[in-house]
């Protein structure tokens, strides 16, 4: 699929790390380093725009390494960029650690993940179809 990108970063373009990666790494694009200090939130811009194809989107998710290692992650976790955005991505992090974090430029801040979609239309009646489950939910099973 090609996706046009307006790269206004002073950095390369988003790329997969490996050959089955599902989501391409993101970078911070700052003119100086950024303290997001404990419980703290920010948007932090990547100097990137782009134009989705009709019926997807770009999801934006944390990245493992700095989620478990330094406790930072996407707070509207999977953020959604869609298909008429033509604005700059900018990305809310949040720090969920006790100790500051130092973002600096360049820094792979989230990834992207581009996925088809679909748009729901309702059909409005007076009941449900009955299943197996019904209406539990919530850890109803019991299982762990």
């Given at each position: 699929m090609n996706i046009k990108i307006v790269n206004h970063s002073n950095h390369s373009l988003?790329?997969?790390?490996?050959?089955?990666?599902?989501?391409?790494?993101?970078?911070?694009?700052?003119?100086?380093?950024?303290?997001?200090?404990?419980?703290?939130?920010?948007?932090?811009?990547?100097?990137?725009?782009?134009?989705?194809?009709?019926?997807?989107?770009?999801?934006?998710?944390?990245?493992s390494g700095l989620a478990i290692k330094k406790g930072i992650t996407v707070l509207n976790s999977p953020g959604t960029i869609d298909a008429d955005y033509r604005g700059e991505i900018c990305i809310i992090l949040v720090n969920l650690s006790s100790e500051d974090f130092v973002i600096t430029d360049g820094e792979r801040i989230c990834q992207m993940i581009i996925a088809k979609h679909s748009q729901a239309k309702w059909i409005e009646v007076d009941e449900l179809n009955e299943t197996d489950r019904g209406a539990g939910g919530f850890g109803h099973t019991g299982k762990h």
């Open positions: 988003p790329e997969y790390a490996t050959p089955l990666s599902a989501g391409m790494d993101l970078r911070a694009n700052i003119a100086e380093p950024i303290i997001l200090k404990s419980l703290e939130r920010k948007l932090i811009p990547t100097g990137l725009f782009i134009e989705l194809p009709e019926g997807y989107e770009a999801q934006i998710r944390p990245r």
